[in-house]
């Protein structure tokens, strides 16, 4: 009997070990023959702190993701990106590729999340497959290994929350939670809504006043520096630009603003590529019947249902269990979708729903209370339909698929 338990182990582990080599090998070619995005923005920003600038030089000017006020143009989203790389942009100059934030992203998430599983009394091979999951088989990927620079940014806050996360469950010092969420909120400041999971511990009386006091501290300078920041720019402290983004009205998404920047009329939408948007078929001949061409299915530009990405996830719904946090979870999850679900803008050119982001880390916490202490059999089946999804369609919008075109 201790030999099958032995030999049964062993498998999962030898398993384990080669859909890594796989992910790993796949991020390589999306990071180097497979990669669709060539923005360097944010090192550009980079370098302008570097020379005592806050708005980007004039000329080359993107696209997209910037924003134009009395003839300056700005980044829209919150200056974190462009401050960690200042010491490498200073080594390397503009050289350096912006996608090292992607790549930091997928890191040190993959060691949060193992240790967040940890936490839960996984073993450790099960906790090894729940890190992959969460790194491989969620919009982490995709958003970490193209280089847009949206995609960059809202990938970047994931890991800040998971160690906060983290170092809540190991009994941390709250200021050091604190200073995490802060790191998030300086990405993107509707991560400023992650403090709900610890008001919500707060009202279960499982933390002090004295204790989420010091933890909002460092989240309250941070708001303070970003609306500084805003305000030298935009002359507000809570305008970050997004109102005067140069693109927001063009484009496919473009069509969804005239509805409002901000409206409950774009709920139905959000959620439709959420939880229901398909994949599309990949046609021989565009326009010309429906006879499909391998790999057979490309992504919808508009997203795609979480089940399909993240097919793990479904075990949420058929063996949902209540656990010590899942009140603060969920009540976290919904307040961080409420912002993302009403913006009118859904995401476009995106591998599944990547607004998602936001809240990944706390609908993965839910998912671990639903599985702990073990995973099934069935789980790490749909772990390994996830990767291969992921590793195999992210480029496929654009019908591309560097796992086999590498071969032509």
């Known amino acids: 009997m201790r030999y099958f338990q032995h030999l049964k182990t062993h498998g999962k582990l030898w398993l384990f070990v080669l859909l890594f080599l796989f992910s790993l090998y796949s991020t390589f070619l999306y990071l180097t023959v497979g990669q669709r995005g060539y923005d360097n923005v944010l090192v550009v920003l980079s370098q302008q702190f570097l020379n005592h600038h806050i708005s980007l030089p004039i000329y080359n000017l993107p696209v997209r993701d910037i924003s134009s006020y009395f003839n300056n143009y700005y980044v829209y989203f919150g200056p974190l990106s462009s401050i960690l790389m200042m010491p490498f942009v200073l080594v390397f100059g503009q050289a350096f590729p912006e996608v090292s934030i992607g790549v930091f992203s997928l890191v040190v998430s993959f060691i949060a999340a193992y240790f967040i599983a940890k936490k839960f009394l996984f073993k450790t091979v099960d906790a090894l497959w729940l890190a992959l999951f969460f790194v491989f088989s969620t919009v982490l990927f995709s958003?970490?290994?193209?280089?847009?620079?949206?995609?960059?940014?809202?990938?970047?806050?994931?890991?800040?929350?998971?160690?906060?996360?983290?170092?809540?469950?190991?009994?941390?010092?709250?200021?050091?939670?604190?200073?995490?969420?802060?790191?998030?909120?300086?990405?993107?400041?509707?991560?400023?809504?992650?403090v709900i999971f610890f008001m919500a511990e707060f009202l279960q009386r499982r933390v002090s006043l004295k204790y989420l006091v010091l933890l909002i501290i460092p989240v309250l300078l941070a708001v303070g520096i970003l609306g500084a920041y805003n305000n030298r720019r935009f002359h507000s402290f809570f305008e970050s630009g997004y109102s005067y983004n140069i693109s927001k009205s063009d484009g496919p998404i473009g069509g969804n603003f005239k509805y409002g920047q901000e409206s409950i009329m774009h709920i139905p939408a959000n959620l439709y590529s959420l939880l229901i948007m398909s994949p599309e078929p990949?046609?021989?001949?565009?326009?010309?019947?429906?006879?499909?061409?391998?790999?057979?299915?490309?992504?919808?530009?508009?997203?795609?249902?979480?089940?399909?990405?993240?097919?793990?996830?479904?075990?949420?719904?058929?063996?949902?269990?209540?656990?010590?946090?899942?009140?603060?979870?969920?009540?976290?999850?919904?307040?961080?979708?409420?912002?993302?679900?009403?913006?009118?803008?859904?995401?476009?050119?995106?591998?599944?729903?990547?607004?998602?982001?936001?809240?990944?880390?706390?609908?993965?916490?839910?998912?671990?209370?639903?599985?702990?202490?073990?995973?099934?059999?069935?789980?790490?089946?749909?772990?390994?339909?996830?990767?291969?999804?992921?590793?195999?369609?992210?480029?496929?919008?654009?019908?591309?698929?560097?796992?086999?075109?590498?071969?032509?």
């Open 143 to 194: 958003s970490s290994v193209i280089n847009i620079t949206a995609y960059q940014v809202e990938a970047l806050g994931v890991p800040f929350i998971l160690l906060a996360i983290w170092a809540y469950l190991s009994k941390r010092n709250p200021f050091i939670i604190g200073v995490f969420i802060a790191l998030a909120v300086m990405t993107r400041f509707t991560l400023l809504l992650s």
């Open 282 to 408: 990949l046609l021989k001949d565009n326009g010309g019947g429906m006879f499909l061409k391998f790999p057979y299915l490309k992504a919808n530009p508009w997203g795609m249902a979480i089940w399909y990405t993240s097919p793990l996830f479904l075990l949420l719904l058929f063996r949902f269990k209540k656990g010590k946090y899942t009140l603060s979870a969920a009540i976290t999850g919904i307040f961080l979708a409420i912002p993302v679900f009403v913006w009118y803008s859904i995401g476009y050119a995106q591998f599944g729903y990547r607004y998602a982001l936001d809240f990944l880390p706390f609908l993965f916490l839910l998912l671990l209370m639903s599985l702990s202490p073990k995973l099934s059999k069935y789980a790490i089946a749909l772990i390994v339909i996830g990767v291969f999804f992921n590793c195999v369609y992210s480029d496929s919008m654009w019908e591309l698929y560097p796992l086999f075109n590498i071969f032509h």
